[in-house]
């Protein structure tokens, strides 16, 4: 991507790397043979750029790397910490602070792994609007694969040149046990010689083939990105976008019928009919496609142009392509997943909530996508009522027992819940959409002007179970991030081992602009009947004081609950 790094990154993921310090995985074809095939990836990007303008010197391609790796934990090598550029005439913003030259975006792709060290194939869609703005590219690279299932990817594009750097948490199998892994979650970290700096966190699926007949029924969707920005501007308003949905396809092209989404762009949400058409996807799985809206939102709330990357009939990755232009400034952009409905909809029993948003209280016009707020909360559907609660970090403010009152509810047979209550801070309960009874989106209801309110994309998660233990967390997990709400909040990756009485173990590497916390990942923990775990760990752990909620023995869902953590983000424990 011509956005802050090429070929030159001086800042590359050390996961098992030669260059860390210890002999490469690429070595050992056992390993590497668990990524073999085609996988769609997604990941949300964030750039800082060192100057005062985002233009790309000429001396960016020839200039040579000044931070090389890290090792992390008890010198194991794992992921990518960085630190400002001491000669840059700009130093990396530290929580709190604010600077004009971080700018966020997101990328999705398809990358072909050999099962031998090799990225044969890849194709790259690329969207940071308020900089390079839209573009796509293929590329080539190489991998290496590690015994805990850490690995690193490096990739480079085949006409702008570029180079990333990913670290990976392979999830669903052992390394070396001959399986192929299914998903994995990741980071992406670089700095150039100029002090510009990538991060960026996302998510990555095996695929199996897709055809045009492969989008075919009802998926829903769970959006995130940003409205317009610049000058003309159409809307009112600029801030976060947030959409949840239904998309009806059918199977040859459209889009149509009851496609519907509901919207939020921080200063009033709606629901939106939706309609639009895709092609047919290439051999990696990527479709171009088009929506159009109407509704009660302002009008240009939702992109016009998407590439589509179709990991299998049940699951795409989604990225807007809409592009600055004149009389537009820069237009909306949006990224996410949809997933296929199944079965009847319906909410019943107990779930998992989780939710990231900016936190706008502490914001204001000098200190933009600066602090964020953090939501876990197990709620119960019990009869027609769903209530419960919960923990939050709001900007380091931390309170547990949050209550939650979303009242009475409906299901619509597209799988809309729309309830009668109230959030925890009293404005409306949010509108959910599900893919059956195990998973949902959800977006805020905002009133309108209300300017203290804060949009997110909530995630519903059906528990599975009902009495919980310390041995409902046991065995190897890759530790990911859910999206983020603002530039400055934590991207974790690593993997971390519970021994399913009170222990956990492991590398795990938070990476932000402001503040790095990398090490070992050891802390002890707790675990309540309803499922709501503690974990206590010392200094430099990603489990200093950590509060998580277990969905199933397979997947977690966790945020730090440190006392004056600004910027705090949500991780997934997954296997």
């Known amino acids: 991507m011509r956005r802050i790094l090429s070929s030159i990154a001086l800042l590359t993921a050390c996961l098992g790397m030669a260059a860390c310090g210890s002999s490469s995985s690429s070595s050992n074809p056992t390993y590497l043979g668990s990524l073999s095939g085609n996988y ?15 233009a790309r010197p000429p001396s960016r391609m020839t200039a040579k790397p000044l931070h090389m790796v890290k090792k992390i934990g008890g010198g194991k090598p794992l992921a990518a910490a960085f630190h400002p550029h001491s000669s840059s005439s700009h130093a990396v913003p530290a929580q709190g602070s604010v600077d004009s030259s971080i700018y966020w975006g997101a990328m999705v792709g398809a990358l072909t792994f050999d099962g ?37 990817i490096d990739i480079i594009s085949t006409n702008v040149g570029d180079e990333f750097y990913f670290d990976v948490a392979l999830q669903g199998i052992a390394a070396g046990s001959g399986s192929v892994a299914q998903k994995a979650t990741l980071v992406e970290a670089e700095e150039d010689s100029l002090g510009n700096i990538e991060i960026g966190t996302g998510t990555m699926l095996a695929s199996s083939g897709a055809s045009e007949s492969s989008i075919n029924g009802n998926y829903v969707f769970g959006l995130q990105g940003q409205t317009c ?13 947030y959409a949840a949905g239904l998309l009806s396809a059918n199977g040859s092209g459209a889009f149509g019928g009851s496609s519907q989404a509901d919207v939020s762009d921080g200063f009033g949400s709606g629901n939106l009919s939706l309609s639009g058409s895709y092609v047919a996807p290439d051999t990696m799985g990527r479709a171009a496609a088009s929506l159009s809206s109407s509704g009660d939102v302002n009008a240009g709330a939702l992109p016009a142009g998407y ?30 997943t949809a997933n296929l409905q199944s079965g009847t909809p319906s909410l019943a029993g107990n779930y998992v909530f989780a939710e990231s948003t900016e936190d706008l209280q502490n914001e204001n016009s000098n200190t933009p996508d600066t602090y964020s707020d953090t939501y876990l909360a197990l709620l119960s559907a019990n009869g ?23 009242g009475g509810f409906t299901v619509s047979n597209l799988g809309r819940v729309s309830f009668t209550g109230s959030t925890p801070s009293g404005s409306f309960a949010p509108v959910f959409w599900l893919t059956g009874s195990g998973f949902g989106y959800g977006v805020d209801q905002l009133a309108g002007n209300a300017t203290q309110q804060e949009p997110g994309l909530i995630y519903l998660y059906a528990q599975n179970g009902s009495s919980f233990s310390a041995s409902s967390l046991s065995g190897l997990y890759a530790v990911g991030n859910l999206p983020g709400s603002t530039s400055n909040a934590g991207l974790a ?13 492991g590398d795990v590497a938070l990476i932000s602009f402001g503040d790095n916390n990398v090490g070992s990942a050891t802390a002890t923990y707790t675990v309540a009947a309803n499922g709501r775990g503690v974990a206590t ?39």
Do not use: R
């Open 40 to 54: 769609v990836f997604q990941e949300q990007v964030y750039s800082y750029f060192s100057g005062a303008t985002d």
């Open 116 to 152: 031998l060290g090799d990225v044969t194939g890849g194709e790259i869609d690329y969207n940071e609007p308020l900089s390079v703005g839209y573009f796509a590219d293929t590329a080539t690279g190489t991998y290496t694969i590690n015994s805990d299932n850490t690995a690193t």
């Open 229 to 241: 920005y610049g000058s003309p501007c159409p809307q009112v308003y600029e801030g976060d976008l």
């Open 307 to 336: 590439i589509l990357y179709i990991a299998n009939s049940s699951t795409f990755f989604v990225l807007s392509t809409d592009n600055n232009n004149t009389s537009t400034g820069v237009s909306p952009y949006l990224f996410g």
């Open 384 to 406: 027609n009522t769903f209530t419960g609660t919960g923990d939050s970090n709001k900007a380091g403010v931390i309170t547990s027992t949050v209550p939650y009152n979303y």
């Open 493 to 505: 990756i690593g993997t971390v081992t519970s021994d399913g009485s009170s222990n956990l173990s």
């Open 537 to 575: 760990g010392g200094s430099g752990s990603l489990f200093g004081n950590y509060v998580f909620y277990i969905v199933s023995p397979s997947l977690s869902v966790g945020m730090d609950v440190t006392s004056g953590d600004s910027a705090p983000s949500i991780q997934t424990l997954q296997q």
